[in-house]
């Protein structure tokens, strides 16, 4: 027969000893308790996060309808090209105007 190598394996002395180490003793329930402790923080912590959540959604619907109505007036506005024919249109009737007055208003 093979020998094993049995080096890997750790010796936990008696099953008692090993029972007390893992849960029977007295800084395994400290452990413990204080583990329970975190855990409760964290739900508390998590319940506040869901609030939270819930206020950001139903302000970020109020912040969706006021970019929506933004975006309804900048779809209204008139393009640059638009602005150009209007700022020439309103040159030749400032150069208009002024010709006729020029022209028929002024005494010679």
Known sequence: MTEHNTDHIVNFGTF???????????DSEKRLNAV?????????????????TKALQESNSSIKSDIAEVKGRLTNMPTTLQWLSILIAMIFTIMGASFAFIRFCLPY
Do not use: T
Not at 41 to 52: Q, Y
């Open 16 to 26: 008692e000893k090993a029972q007390k180490g893992i849960g029977g003793g007295s």
């Open 36 to 52: 329970e402790n975190k855990m409760d923080i964290l739900l508390k912590d998590s319940a506040e996060l869901k609030a939270n």
